[in-house]
């Protein structure tokens, strides 16, 4: 798909957590090569969301990318006055885009890293021992922490960016 084409395609995107959907919005699908898929999204709800270690609001703009063939999510955060925050990275199960529906199995471990990529962290890991994928689908649960070990060895060593473009 051409970068032209694709940027004149608007997808929803479907997040969906312990088969129920947690979250659906409307994104601009900006590339789609196959095995990558590029939206980009205004924040999706109506206040403030304080992590501490970042704050998502209203205005904020998120370049999410999805791999069809990867375990996991990467979302650059930008401010409405366009300041890159960092990245979120959701581990998830390979992304599928069916028809207009981007849809994205959350496997709760998620990764921060900062704009200036000093401060990296593993977020949810008690989410994750909770969930019971370990004891349900083991090689999922293999499958998704070795995503967050590879993602927060990227991050360690400044490669990131590299891994987006």
């Known amino acids: 798909m051409s970068e032209h084409a694709a940027g004149q395609r608007t997808v929803d995107v479907v997040l969906v957590k312990a ?31 304080d992590f501490g270690f970042v704050r998502f609001e209203p205005g904020d703009v998120f370049v999410e990318r999805y791999w069809r063939d990867r375990w996991y999510a990467v979302k650059e955060v930008r401010s409405a006055d366009g300041a890159l925050k960092g990245w979120y990275c959701d581990i998830t199960r390979p992304s599928v885009l069916d028809g207009k529906e981007l849809v994205v199995e959350d496997l709760d471990l998620d990764l921060w890293v900062s704009a200036d990529a000093a401060t990296v962290l593993r977020l949810d890991e008690d989410e994750f021992a909770a969930s019971g994928l370990s004891e349900r689908d083991p090689e999922a649960a293999r499958s998704a922490v070795a995503a967050l070990d590879e993602l927060e060895q990227v991050a360690n060593s400044g490669r990131l960016s590299a891994l987006l473009n």
């Open 19 to 49: 088969g129920r959907t947690k979250i659906r919005y409307p994104a601009q699908l900006l590339a789609d090569d196959g095995a990558r898929i590029t939206v980009r999204a205004d924040w999706a709800a109506p206040d403030v969301r």
